[in-house]
């Protein structure tokens, strides 16, 4: 038998239930409660996930037996995992970011970005690419920080 | 009649009419920056308002708020990134559309949605304001409740083949809807002791993160070589015959988002993502919904332009700022010493039909306006993939980033995208936890708030007319969509799984 996507969305949708709930117990009672409480709600939807969860669950585990010998269901994971490491790839980019942008400034940071993911996503190694980030981060710089009057991070700027 | 040619006469001052464009093209502007929420989009303006003269000044706003509702339909059909919260129902259809190579015509659709729905929300207001205005005093917090529930009721046909993941997705929603302070005591709740979730988990930062966010790494993640398909760089608008069969949807968006935006705290999400609902229910082309339909883009569009000029109903006639935006016009008002209520007519007169007048040229050159800056928006989008998914990764970084100029913003969005990358993988929809995260708030504050009231007392929510009227109806829309799906399948149990991408 193989574990298809219902077992597993289902299985994940427990867990999410079960942490959520158990977090949800944790809500301290005040004297201003009211009689349903600020843990009422939460601990009603922590319930409901761990119950819908179960229902897919079961649900994908039949479909599980009745189509054990479908090539459609063997199929089901080929190739997951490298799309999986590929957007890890990408969301990677994304976490360097957050970690420089402090540092090195918004203009910088979001000029590295453009680039990173513009050569990330298959553009190669051009000056295109290079145009691109530095005419991108400009265009994003003058839209946040001159037109909207966003407080950007000036980072290293910020010593000038 | 008087108040038509008084708003018409007012119409004689050229600065109405320049804050009225100025103020649209702001809007769209902003409201197309994925992170920039119409309210934000407002308040930058707040400051260059005080030297000017009332009434431009109010145009200026109420215009802003007019191009910002309609501006986040841009990215929302272009790049999949709702530009607000009531853009998210028009990415299911808008997007697919784009996907077809049809961006054109779907921001033709929009667009022309957008200024009928200006233009009847307009009429309503003028017309009917003093009516629609005892409909917002009948809403009390079991009202409000069930109005939640309404909304909430919209899931069903959201959830795609399997109602119960989408039922999983809403609590998803739900559940993050809880995060913060809790809205009848103050306590804290799942803050974990940051002080950055004291605030709650701003809807924006998720739905970016579900739809963009997902989007990108759904694209990273795909290494085959896709062909990019192009859109004409053309605004293309409805034939006759399709203008014909749009009709019945922007009716149902002009009704619904007219009810919604007399409403103080309803808003315009709600408004479309029932507008959407309806639109299908009542279509003759069901099938298409979820797969580039016209209709599903006309409906929400007419809604959420329809809420923008009536949300200014409760505004006026007593005062109450219903959403953000409204507080921010709200402000405008205060600025210049005029205090919205009852005798704001009498009072001040002079402002209110000027602001008529002002809302009409910004619905009209609503029109103009987005037909000049729409194909260049496309062309942005027709650049090579790479350049592009760089781009928007770009500007969805530094729009999340605005909203309260957090890093930890941006962590959550991230952390967004890569539960709606598994979403995808594993077949949930985004829609109902987007709504459900949307209406948690409303629905758990005025739940709590009416037992408060009553002293547990659950009949409340019976004995309260409105509410029994909209838990009726809540119910009747439930268990339609429940029974249509059970004759569905014991009608073409082969057919299941042939539905649109509702993610």
């Not at chain 1, 996503?121 to 966003?150: D, R, Y």
Request: one cysteine or more.
């Amino acid at each position: 038998m193989i574990i298809n996507r219902d077992m597993v969305g289902g299985i994940s949708a427990v867990l999410i239930g079960i942490l959520y709930l158990y977090f949800a117990t944790q809500i301290r009672a005040s004297a201003l409660d009211d009689s349903f409480g600020p843990g009422g709600m939460p601990r009603a939807y922590g319930i409901l996930m761990v119950l819908l969860g179960l229902i897919i669950t079961v649900g994908g585990l039949i479909k599980a037996i009745r189509e054990k010998s479908s090539t459609s269901t063997r199929k089901e994971w080929a190739g997951q995992g490298n799309r999986v490491l590929w957007a890890a790839g990408l969301l990677a980019i994304g976490v360097v970011y957050l970690l420089i942008v402090p540092v090195a400034g918004y203009a910088i940071a979001i000029g590295l970005l453009l680039a990173a993911t513009g050569i990330y996503q298959g553009s190669g190694l051009t000056w295109k690419i290079g145009l691109v980030a530095l005419g991108g981060a400009a265009a994003l710089w003058a839209i946040f920080v001159l037109l909207l009057g966003v407080s950007m991070p000036p980072g290293v700027f910020h010593l000038f | 009649m008087e108040t038509i040619l008084l708003s018409f006469e007012a119409l004689a001052n050229p600065a109405i009419f320049v804050a009225a464009m100025m103020g649209v093209t702001w809007g769209i502007l902003g409201g197309a920056m994925p992170g920039i929420s119409p309210s934000i989009t407002m308040a930058l303006l707040l400051p260059f308002t005080y030297a000017m003269e009332p009434t431009s000044a109010i145009v200026l706003l109420a215009s802003t708020y007019v191009g910002a509702e309609y501006g986040g339909s841009i990215p929302a059909i272009l790049i999949r990134t709702p530009g607000t919260n009531a853009a998210a129902a028009t990415v299911i259809d808008g997007y697919e559309m784009n996907r077809q190579g049809k961006a054109g015509l779907a921001l033709g659709i929009s667009l022309y949605s957008g200024v009928l729905g200006s233009l009847f929300g307009l009429t309503m207001l003028v017309l009917l304001s003093k009516p629609l205005a005892s409909v917002a005093l009948a809403f009390t917090p079991p009202a409000y409740f069930a109005l939640g529930i309404l909304g909430l009721s919209v899931i069903a046909t959201l959830s795609g083949d399997n109602l119960f993941k989408g039922l999983v997705a809403a609590l998803l929603g739900l559940m993050i809807a809880t995060i913060g302070t809790d809205p009848v005591t103050g306590g804290n709740r799942f803050t974990f002791g940051s002080s950055d979730l004291l605030s709650g988990i701003k809807p924006v930062m998720i739905m970016v993160g579900l739809f963009a966010m997902s989007e990108l790494l759904m694209q990273a993640a795909d290494r085959s070589p896709s062909k990019q398909v192009k859109s004409s760089p053309r605004i293309t608008f409805p034939d006759l015959k399709l203008a014909k069969r749009l009709l019945k949807p922007q009716a149902i968006g002009a009704s619904i988002g007219t009810f919604e935006g007399v409403m103080p705290g309803a808003g315009g999400t709600i408004a479309s993502f029932m507008s959407y609902n309806e639109a299908r229910r009542w279509s003759r082309h069901k099938d298409e919904f979820g797969k580039g339909s016209p209709e599903g883009i006309a409906a929400p569009e007419t809604a959420n332009n329809a809420v923008a000029e009536t949300a200014l109903v409760p505004l006026l006639s007593f005062g109450i700022p219903g959403s953000n935006s409204t507080a921010i016009l709200l402000g405008g008002f205060l600025i210049h010493g005029i205090v919205p209520g009852p005798m704001l007519f009498q009072r001040s007169g002079e402002v209110v039909y000027g602001l008529y007048g002002g809302l009409l040229v910004a619905a009209i050159s609503l029109l103009f306006i987005g037909m000049l800056m729409l194909p260049v928006c496309i062309w942005l989008v027709n650049r090579p993939r790479p350049y592009l998914s760089a781009f928007i990764f770009a500007l969805i970084m530094s729009g999340i980033f605005s909203i309260n100029n957090s890093l930890f913003d941006l962590s959550i969005m991230m952390a967004a995208g890569v539960v709606g990358f598994f979403m995808r993988m594993l077949k949930f929809p985004f829609l109902p936890a987007v709504l459900g995260l949307v209406l948690g708030y409303l629905v758990e504050s005025n739940f709590r708030r009416s037992l408060v009231l009553s002293g547990d007392d659950y009949s409340i929510f019976l004995s309260d007319k409105v509410s029994l009227g909209l838990l009726v109806l809540a119910a009747v829309f439930i268990l339609g969509s429940i029974g249509k799906r059970l004759l569905d399948f014991l009608r073409k149990p082969s057919l299941s799984g042939t539905k649109g991408d509702m993610a």
